[in-house]
Structures are given as structure tokens and as C-alpha cells.
């Protein structure tokens, strides 16, 4: 989508420290992290909420995980624990219109989350 933010991230247009890439996902950096550790996995493809992923998404839906997975294992996070995240609408804090998988580590987190 030309007006999307996540989209020229991930073509290039718009700088990101790109932690992992490929041709289905690409993981970079939180702008404003929540955590010593904040990425953010999404796929190329354009979908603008979890909600909006459909059976045909399925791989791709599974490939988020397994990118942050691998993210962490990279990172030597796992034993101490991490977070997956998937925010889907204003409700639940949603405010950037393509999917998007946080991956918080490096700090104890709380439940429930706020
Ligand atoms: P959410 O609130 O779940 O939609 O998360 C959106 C996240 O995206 C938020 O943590 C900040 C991050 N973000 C927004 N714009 C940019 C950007 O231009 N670059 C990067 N690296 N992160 C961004």
C-alpha cells in the first residue's frame, strides 16, 4: 500500500534498523521501545490487522512467530523469557494499519498487561 508506513519499510523507502529479512518477512526495530529488546516482525505482504489474515495466510501467519523465534534465540533471550504481541485494533493500542508482531525482551514483564 503506497501510504503505508510499515509497506515503504519494508520496500526500503523508509529507513529501519532491519534486524532479519526475507522474501515474506522483515523484523526491525521499534521507533519507541518498550523493552531493552523491541522488534517488530511483519509480513511484506499488506494486512492491515491480525483479524484481516485469512486461511491462505496461514504459513505467513506462522512465519511471524518463527522469525521473532529466532530473533530471540539469535539474542540469547529465550531462558529468560519473551513476549509476543499482537495488537489488532484502537482498543487494544493498535496504531500503525499493517500487522505487526512486537517482540519485547530483556525485562520482566507483568500480566495483565495494561
Ligand atoms: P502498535 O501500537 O501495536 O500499532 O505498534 C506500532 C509500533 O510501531 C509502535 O511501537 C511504534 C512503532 N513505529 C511507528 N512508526 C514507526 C517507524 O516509522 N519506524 C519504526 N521503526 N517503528 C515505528
Known sequence: MSDCIFCKIASG???ASIVYQDD???AFNDLNPQAPTHVLVIPRKH???VSELEEADAALAGRLILTANQIVRDLGLVEAGYRLV???NEGAGQSVWHVHLHLLGGRTFGWPPG
Open 86 to 88: 499482537l495488537n489488532c
Open 13 to 15: 523507502e523508509i529507513n
Open 47 to 49: 494486512v492491515s490487522r
Open 24 to 26: 515474506e518477512v522483515v
